[in-house]
């Protein structure tokens, strides 16, 4: 069943099916009225059905499936009750504070198993039988293998937030482990802010026919976003960066901002740029330590410091009210990363701006960017004058960054995570380099490539 009527009535909670207590809860968070998926979703999860919904970021996806799972599980509690499965270890973490907010009055126990922290007291916090598991793939993955004493057979919900990521990117194996652990008799409940060829499939060929949801708008971003682009040469782009900020923040001072970019490398040169300059500012990305990488996001969504540097491991389901500017850095190859991206502001009614830095080599990208969120990006007017008198300036500081990286080894340690990444898995990295010499041979892209030197970890 696809629902994709928008109901134009103004439901409260109550009249959701939802218990008083949950419904006091959500005033108590200042959280009156449902949005559209929660309004179709709820009553549906509640009746016993499977559930796939698609709507645009900001739009309360996680209440949707929080909600019903909180009240089934105040009606029967144990144990295990509900696994949630989430791409990122960021967005983990932040859906585990949703639920402990929303739980709190049933004395709630959530816990996040994730890579970056110690498996034994995961295992420890997994046998002690939390009512949630929020959890990532890989990690979880990890513990069912090496027989970590839990359980999961017993579990009501199972749900993939991000679906369509875990579905379409590189999960396949971990969710096949456990996948084969938990009961087939279970309400699967998936959600994504970006409907797929996947998704729509698995929605067809599903035995149980789940509820399924979709916002019905044609456009992918919500209409509160202003999205724009700057046109410039590829080697000005840190400049015109560094202009756009300085004259942003001289105007919002209370403001945020997130910059997404490629690779961890860049990331990192950014960071240092912008610290050269004079700003404050945070990096976020998958080679940092978590305990770093939770510090960083705790500064920013405190708003102590106001700029975050990122890959796209910040760009699902992260809510921080603050933001109200993302500048792409890079224009990601898929239009369907940009959706995501920009989704981190104009959330729940609010306001905000996306800028994209487009060189000459990215006009087929933005093309294909708004030929699939069916918008026009508008041009964000900037001074060349001013941009020219910082130039020299960022140059040199990227240079020295450059450098810096470069004697920190930070590509060599960058072959030793994904060596030991490999390893942990289970894979031979040397074999992985074969395999991809064989490829670009085949492809005739490089005949002359050659495998990288077995590296010592």
């Not at 919500?222 to 840190?238: F, H, I, T």
């Not at 305990?291 to 389901?317: C, E, H, M």
């Not at 994209?356 to 933005?366: A, E």
């Not at 508008?378 to 004697?407: C, M, P, Q, W, Y």
Request: with cysteine.
């Amino acid at each position: 069943m696809v629902d994709t009527f928008s109901d134009s009535r103004v439901l409260n909670f109550s009249d959701l099916g939802l218990n008083k207590w949950l419904v006091d809860q959500l005033k108590a968070v200042g959280l009156e009225k449902p949005t559209p998926i929660q309004q179709h979703c709820v009553p549906q999860i509640l009746k016993g059905k499977d559930c796939l919904g698609c709507a645009k970021t900001g739009s309360g996806k996680t209440a949707a499936f929080a909600l019903p799972i909180l009240q089934k599980l105040c009606e029967d509690p144990f144990g295990i009750f509900a696994l949630v499965i989430t791409p990122t270890r960021e967005l983990a973490y932040q859906i585990c504070e949703q639920f402990n907010v929303l739980g709190q009055p049933i004395g709630l126990k959530a816990c996040v198993i994730t890579g970056g922290r110690d498996m034994i007291q995961q295992g420890l916090e997994l046998a002690e039988k939390p009512h949630i598991v929020i959890t990532t793939p890989g990690r979880l993955a990890d513990h069912i293998e090496t027989g970590t004493n839990f359980g999961l057979k017993k579990i009501k919900f199972l749900v993939l937030d991000e679906a369509d990521k875990l579905l379409e990117d590189d999960f396949g194996e971990q969710l096949q482990t456990i996948f084969k652990v938990i009961p087939k008799k279970r309400q699967t409940l998936l959600f994504s802010a970006t409907v797929t060829d996947t998704l729509k499939d698995l929605n067809e060929s599903s035995e149980n026919k789940p509820f399924c949801w979709m916002s019905d708008s044609a456009v992918a971003t919500v209409e509160e976003l202003d999205q724009r682009y700057v046109l410039m040469p590829a080697d000005v782009k840190d400049a015109y960066m560094v202009h756009i900020i300085e004259k942003f923040l001289e105007t919002n001072k209370s403001s945020s901002i997130i910059i997404f970019t490629s690779t961890c490398k860049y990331c990192q040169i950014i960071g240092m740029i912008l610290k050269d300059m004079g700003f404050q500012c945070v990096v976020l990305h998958s080679m940092i330590p978590q305990r770093y990488r939770l510090s960083a996001l705790a500064q920013f969504k405190s708003n102590t410091i106001k700029i975050l540097i990122a890959t796209d491991v910040a760009s699902r389901g992260l809510d921080i009210p603050t933001v109200d500017l993302i500048i792409n850095h890079n224009i990601p190859n898929r239009p369907k990363d940009y959706i995501h991206r920009v989704g981190r502001t104009a959330r729940a009614g609010r306001g905000g701006m996306a800028i994209s830095l487009v060189t000459q080599f990215d006009v087929k990208l933005i093309h294909a960017i708004e030929g699939r969120i069916n918008t026009k990006l508008t041009e964000h007017e900037t001074n060349e004058k001013e941009v020219t008198k910082i130039f020299t300036e960022v140059a040199v500081s990227r240079r020295e960054a450059e450098i810096k990286l470069d004697e920190r080894d930070f590509d060599e340690k960058k072959n030793i995570y994904k060596r030991k990444k490999l390893i942990a898995e289970g894979k031979d990295p040397d074999d992985e380099e074969k395999k991809k010499a064989r490829l670009i041979k085949k492809q005739g892209k490089d005949k002359k490539y050659k495998p990288k030197k077995k590296t010592k970890s």
